[in-house]
């Protein structure tokens, strides 16, 4: 359109854009995305003020001494302000507020806790998956006519764990309803509707219906509010701990390490809800929206600017080409 080429335009705004680092705030979210691969790390580290949805700052690395060195050099009394750091379940984030923002408390982000949960609950459905995997008999013209019911019955529940998978992370008001609309299944040679299909599922698997249940009083628990978390977490963790299944009873360990972290996520921030890492989630999205349309980085400054300049609508250019020393 302006007849410049793609590296007049990255001259350009070399030479007029450097975004300067923003204000550590009273709510910090801090998390990595994977978006510029260097020597030192493949994760770049965001920190986002949690109130004005504003990039901070981005680093090239999240690793305990990089961290500890930027941090540093931030003048004590403005860490001080911080006041409550909200995270993803990354020991070393944990370690550096501790350090770092002595006025500062720690939380987790409930989406971690869920992505957590969701893994083991994941791995029990394969587990039972592999029960009923084919092993190519079905064919075999010897076998007598229960034998070829039993591994057809083996067939349906595989499919179902195969094809509806999703069903077992619908909780709340996402969860399917018996009285809902029956559709014909091929596979199943009847009309059926969700309800039905999931319920099929756990009539076949025990312990899934266990996880399941897990996974429900979760996300009940997530409902609640900071006074009442406290009891309700101690109730979540004695039902866990009774699970027949040796994944979520596992699960109670990363619950216990993580506890007051926990707890701290269901603190209010008036006129913004509870805390949380939803808005720099939205904000890596569009860190790796820029990395893919650039096809990638290689010049950190130029990257760290670029996505300074395009996220933050306050950021901006001078007015004159910048000095370099």
Known sequence: RYHLSTTSVIS????YVDISRGVLSEVLCIVEVYAFKSKKSKYVCVLLDFKTQEIIDLLPSRRKMDLSNYFYN??????????IVSMDMWHTYRDITQVYFPNAVCAIDKFHIFQEFGRR?????IKAMNKYEDKGV????TLSQFEKSR???KEINYYLLKKFHWLLFKVGDDAPQPSGGRRYNKKLKGK???FELRQMMFDANPELLDAFNAHF???KFFQSNYEEAGVKFVELIEFFKNSQSIEIIDFVNTLLQWKKEIINSFIVIEGHGKISNAIIENRNKAIKTIKRNSNGFVNWGR???RVMYVVNPNATHYLYPIKKD
């Open 138 to 141: 079905k064919n075999d013209p």
């Open 192 to 194: 059926y509707n969700l």
């Open 217 to 219: 009083l979760l996300h």
């Open 12 to 15: 350009i705004f070399d030479k």
């Open 121 to 125: 609950l994941t791995r029990i459905r």
């Open 303 to 305: 990257f760290r600017n």
């Open 151 to 153: 591994i057809y019955q």
């Open 74 to 83: 931030i003048p004590k009394e403005e860490r001080l302000r911080v006041k």
